[in-house]
Structure formats: C-alpha cells, structure tokens
C-alpha cells in the first residue's frame, strides 16, 4: 500500500463546477497535509494546507482532513480554466519529510 | 527576486560524466530539500539539510552527494551519471519543515 494514495486521473470539470479532489493515506499518526498545485513544465506550488480535522477554505478552494478515516480532499468552487493541472497530495511524515500522492491531473472544460 | 532558485534549468549529459545542480533560497529559512520527480511525475525526497546539518538522506545512490555550504545554499553532485538519472530535480526550502517552497527545477536528460 502506498503512504499517499491519489487517483491519477484525468479529472474532467465543466467550467464553473466544483471539482473534487481526493486523497487517502496510511500513517495515522500523520498530522499535517498540504495540496500543491503543479502546471505542466512547472514547480509545485503550494495552495492549501490543514493541521486539523474539518474544513479550511481559502478563495474558492476547501480543503477538508478527516483523519479518522484517513482521508483529505481539496474543493475548488467556480471552476476555471486556468485551474487545469496536476493537484498534489502532501502529507507530513516525521518532523521534516513529506510524502507526495502520485497527484491528479485535473481538466477544467470550458 | 526569486525565493528559491536553482541553476541549470536543462542540463543534457552523456552516461558516466560528473555534474552538479545549484539552489539558493533567499527566504531565510533553515532547511532546504532535494527532491526527485520521475516521467511518472512521482514526488519523492532524496535529501534535507537544517542549518546545513544532514537530517534526511533517502534510499539514493551513493553517486548523489548533497552539500551545503550555508543554509541558503544546498548543491547536489551526481557521479557517474546513468540513463534511470534521468529526471526533474527540484530544490525546496522550509522554515518549519512542514510548509515547503519549491525551486523551479532542473531538467536532467542522461543520453
């Protein structure tokens, strides 16, 4: 089993829809977890991250940490264009290691 | 200014040589990273310094050496370099070891 466990898609959005992003992992004693957001032939960048269970939304993104069920997701509300990528899943293991999903390639249709 | 910087950013080598990838973070941070991404777009660690101190050193080759001559400066030397190098390496930095910030990477391309 993977620590970090995305579906690599490819997600497709119609322009305007919420996109659904999800994530699973394995060490329960993992506390923090971060989505990264990487376009083609660039960096991953950093959008959103979550320390505890519920929801933390920032702009049109949501992300939500159900750490009973081993579980984070990421919702962009109001879909765009511009928010076709690859979404990474990041998870803390240890004080200073991240763990990175294989991400999901995510497609906004406009 | 850029925070985290790194040079090359395409590096096109043949098998066997020897070469080098700089990053030089200026957000003041006390940890920097190299990470691996493969053809698969797989993230994964391969090294962490703190205040140039070695904290982290993955499953990697011996052939893969980090330096750090300050903590705003993190290399890697590959030696020996062979085709599996082949990859995109990104330099991160972090000030609390959980909100990293990556570099822009290096396209390694071993013929």
């Known amino acids: 089993q993977k620590e970090v466990e995305q579906n690599s898609g490819p997600l497709s959005v119609p322009e305007g829809a919420i996109a659904s992003l999800n994530c699973t992992y394995s060490d329960r004693g993992s506390q923090s977890f971060f989505w990264y957001r990487q376009y083609s032939g660039k960096s991953p960048e950093l959008i959103m991250f979550?320390?505890?269970?519920g929801d933390k939304e920032d702009g049109r993104f949501t992300a939500q940490l159900n750490k009973a069920s081993q579980y984070v997701s990421l919702l962009i509300r109001d879909s765009q264009p511009s928010d076709s990528a690859t979404y990474l899943c990041a998870v803390n293991r240890g004080a200073q290691k991240l763990v990175f999903g294989q991400g999901t390639r995510l497609t906004i249709n406009p | 200014d850029t925070a985290v910087s790194q040079t090359p950013k395409y590096l096109v080598t043949q098998m066997g040589n020897d070469k080098s990838i700089k990053c030089e973070q200026n957000?003041?941070?006390?940890?920097m990273y190299w990470y691996k991404q493969d053809s698969k777009k797989f993230l994964k660690i391969m090294f962490s310094y703190n205040n140039k101190e070695l904290i982290i050193n993955e499953t990697v080759p011996n052939r893969f050496s980090p330096k750090s001559p300050d903590k705003a400066h993190l290399n890697l030397h590959i030696n020996s370099l062979e085709l599996g190098d082949s990859a995109v390496y990104f330099c991160a930095s972090s000030q609390d070891g959980r909100l990293q910030y990556f570099g822009p990477g290096t396209r390694l391309l071993v013929l």
């Open positions: 957000l003041g941070h006390d940890t």
């Open positions: 979550i320390y505890s269970n």
